[in-house]
């Protein structure tokens, strides 16, 4: 078969859902311009795509697509690092036509296309001599969950040039899938979900239904204990309850999210209301009571998982940086379904919280796990070893499991995508940053400019530089955070803002979000951080960390005082603290009495996506109140 190459497939859209509430955008409608996610979008662009090559080449798991099968490196899901290598690639060259870039996309890609066999097998660690049978280990071994990575990378460079060498593997891959895995083939499921969104996206692409047709079934079969009992319980891979029951997101995140994500696709596709409130229910549920003040998602590092709800324990964290990632992906589906602004305000949490904070400013090393608590300093990794995924306590160039980085590099790729959307009656904008759009609406031609340097300021300045003859309506998320925002002087609460009526262009509308400093409780359920409070500024949260605080001062000595108003200033937002003696130095328990204090300092908290930037530090986003 082959795919439409009409001007509309190529729409450099990362989802394109057939209906819904919203239309997402294409890279071509809304580009970047200077400000705070631009910059990594360049440094994603400039350094994080090559170092990532660099280290897949150098760990051997760019070479297994062309080596012996005795001498192959790396787990099980390796390949899958260089699909992700490949889509980040797809979406930057779909943005910037670069042409080195474009040479390095396809010689990894005619490695790939080598290694497929003749029926559409394609996976370096099964299958071939002395290794294990293909689909012997769907539990563990992540065939499934390999190919969806191929195709997520096949569907972005059909959606930003057409078809390609790479897109004609991933179908071959996706047809024999469906051969094996049909209502006549294996009856069963991968332990890690992605194959799901894959094979509906790629269905969004190629129009074969057989693609929709295969992602429902593995929808329908999960929930049924078709994948063996496991050390961490099916829960772990989703297994435990079947997708429309459920009323939770539980087990490894990242399956969770991923999976959820293929549910509502599938919802999408194929009018399933019943499976898209499922999903929106859990989703519901797992922000009430399961996720981080950042966004992050999951607190147990046993099984990367969720916690039980309202365990949230900020010291041992896990919010795997990929968890956020999922998470995006699924809020963003949800959005376009529903068209809440509520899936917005969560995208942009864990945007700046989360996917801000794993990479290095200059994109070259990464968190893997994001924990809101260090306790003792961390180790510089060193800049030529794996290092241990959530053993790392700072960020560091490469791991043994390395799903993060490249996690990271298609989400910045993509970025510009999650912004903003349109429908029949005019444009929404999502996300703030300083950009440029040029939307097609029924009425025709929409062009704006936004002028902004959000998040450190909530003044966001959108003029109109094209706009149709007629009436149109232009809505603006208000986040959650957000009182006291005022839109062109007049009060608005949280939620969406929508002017309606006939703009001209050179109009301006200036929405304000009064972005000033604020204080945190968590709900009393989350008994880890009762007692304390975190510092917000915006959409960014604000930590303590050593490296600001004298020598002499321990930061888990300091008790907020909340008595005296938070203020900005030395670069971050400073807070009066008292300092707290310890009580008995060798038994850490003892009658309650009111701890004593000694001095008072003032204490520079800074936003938490910067931290550990300055060598190793400690750091805590939860204070105790004196
Ligand atoms: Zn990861």
């Known amino acids: 078969m082959t795919i439409n190459e009409a001007p509309a497939t190529v729409s450099g859209v990362p989802a394109l859902p057939s209906h819904g509430r919203l239309r997402p955008l294409g890279l071509h409608e809304v580009t970047l311009r200077p400000g705070f996610w631009q910059r990594r979008q360049d440094v994603n662009r400039s350094a994080t795509l090559a170092h990532i090559e660099h280290w897949l080449d150098r760990a051997g798991w760019l070479g297994n697509f062309s080596s012996a099968p005795h001498e192959r490196r790396g787990r099980e899901f390796s390949d899958s690092e260089i699909y992700k290598l490949l889509e980040a690639m797809a979406w930057e060259l779909g943005r910037t036509g670069d042409p080195g870039l474009e040479q390095r996309y396809r010689a990894i890609v005619r490695r790939v296309a080598a290694a497929q066999e003749p029926d559409g097998y394609l996976n370096t660690n099964f299958g071939r001599h002395g290794q294990q049978p293909r689909y012997s280990d769907l539990e563990w071994g992540h065939e499934l969950y390999c190919y969806g990575h191929l195709i997520q990378a096949a569907v972005a460079r059909a959606r930003t040039f057409g078809t390609d060498e790479l897109v004609e593997v991933a179908i071959r891959a996706a047809d024999h899938v469906c051969d094996v895995f049909g209502p006549d083939g294996i009856a069963s499921i991968c332990g890690h979900p992605e194959i799901e969104p894959a094979l509906v996206e790629l269905y969004r692409v190629t129009g074969e239904a057989r693609y929709l047709e295969q992602a429902k079934l593995f929808i329908d079969r999960r929930g049924h204990g078709r994948l063996p009992e496991i050390e961490f319980d099916r829960s772990y891979f989703q297994d435990d309850v079947p997708i429309r029951t459920a009323d939770v997101l539980r087990g490894h995140a990242v399956r969770a999210t991923y999976l959820s994500a293929g549910a509502v696709d599938v919802a999408i596709e194929t009018g399933d209301g019943e499976l898209l409130n499922a999903v929106t229910r859990q989703w519901r549920n797992t922000v009430a009571r399961r996720t981080y003040l950042t966004g992050g998602m999951g607190s147990r590092h046993q099984d990367e998982a969720f916690g039980d709800d309202f365990v949230l324990p900020p010291d041992r964290a896990y919010s795997e940086t990929c968890a956020g990632v999922g998470s995006i992906m699924l809020s963003w589906r949800l959005l376009l379904a529903h068209g809440d602004p509520r899936y917005a305000d969560l995208i942009e949490r864990t945007l700046f919280n989360v996917i801000a904070t794993a990479p290095s400013g200059d994109g070259t090393r990464f968190f893997y796990t994001n924990t809101l608590h260090r306790r003792v300093l961390g180790s510089e990794p060193a800049a030529d070893e794996l290092a241990p995924r959530s053993d790392s306590t700072m960020r560091a160039p490469w791991f043994g499991v390395s799903c993060c980085p490249t996690n990271l590099a298609r989400t910045f790729a993509s970025l510009a995508a999650y912004l903003a959307t349109s429908d029949d009656d005019g444009v929404q904008l999502h996300q703030y940053a300083a950009a440029s759009l040029r939307i097609g609406l029924p009425q025709g031609t929409v062009a704006l400019e936004i002028d902004t340097e959000y998040p450190a300021d909530g003044r966001i300045a959108i003029r109109i530089v094209e706009a149709p003859d007629t009436p149109w309506t232009l809505t603006l998320r208000v986040p959650h955070w957000a009182t006291g925002a005022t839109l062109d002087g007049l009060a608005v609460p949280p939620g969406q803002a929508r002017l309606r009526r006939r703009f001209a262009a050179g109009d301006t509308v200036v929405l304000d979000l009064a972005i000033r ?109 004196s």
């Open 517 to 625: 400093p604020r204080v945190t409780a968590a709900d009393p359920r989350v008994d880890a951080v009762r007692g304390c409070v975190a510092v917000e500024r915006g959409p960014v949260v604000y930590c303590a960390e050593s490296v600001d605080l004298p020598p002499t001062v321990a930061l888990d000595t300091l008790r907020v005082d909340p008595a005296v108003p938070l203020t900005d200033g030395d670069g971050g937002v400073v807070v009066s603290c008292r300092i707290v003696t310890p009580t008995d130095q060798e038994w850490p328990y003892a009658a309650p009495a009111p701890e004593s204090s000694m001095k008072s300092l003032r204490v520079t908290l800074r936003p938490y996506h910067d931290w550990a930037e300055r060598g190793p530090s400690t750091m805590r986003v939860w204070l105790p109140r």
